[in-house]
């Protein structure tokens, strides 16, 4: 079973409740599912706590075959943004899921730098269907 990283945004109760969503959508497609807002927040050590989730994070990114990235919003979110980079610097294919209809104008859709290092998907159900693709390719 191919693992899946979710990189979000996760600071707002809507964000998290999309990420959920959209775990259990990958989920039901037959992957596991890294989710850091609850595979790697959740860590009561305030003194080392950044360094721990940071080290969990890239743990994750590094132990998945995949990455999905949330890339709504008028910019990216800048964690998930070093997110994409990683991944993309590590070889792991990535898809880009952008349910937002702003775009930078004739710039693109998202930042060039991120737009050229996904596989760009305006829904849900697109992004799932090119996860079920490269089941078999990865």
Known sequence: MKTVYIAAPLF???ECDF??????E?????????????DSNNI????????????????GIENSDILVA???GADVDSGT?????FAFAKGKPLLGLRTDFRTLGIE?????????????????????????SWTNII
């Open 26 to 38: 990958i989920i039901s497609a037959g992957f596991k599912v890294f989710l850091p807002q609850e």
């Open 81 to 85: 943004a070093w997110e994409i980079g």
């Open 44 to 59: 009561k050590d305030m003194k080392d706590r950044q360094k721990i989730i940071f080290n969990k994070n890239l743990k």
């Open 108 to 132: 693109g859709t998202v930042n060039l730098m991120i737009e050229r290092s996904v596989v760009l998907c305006m829904s849900v159900s697109e992004l799932l269907n090119h996860l079920k």
């Open 19 to 24: 990420n959920r969503k959209l775990r259990d």
């Open 70 to 72: 949330v890339i709504d």
């Open 12 to 14: 707002s109760e809507a």
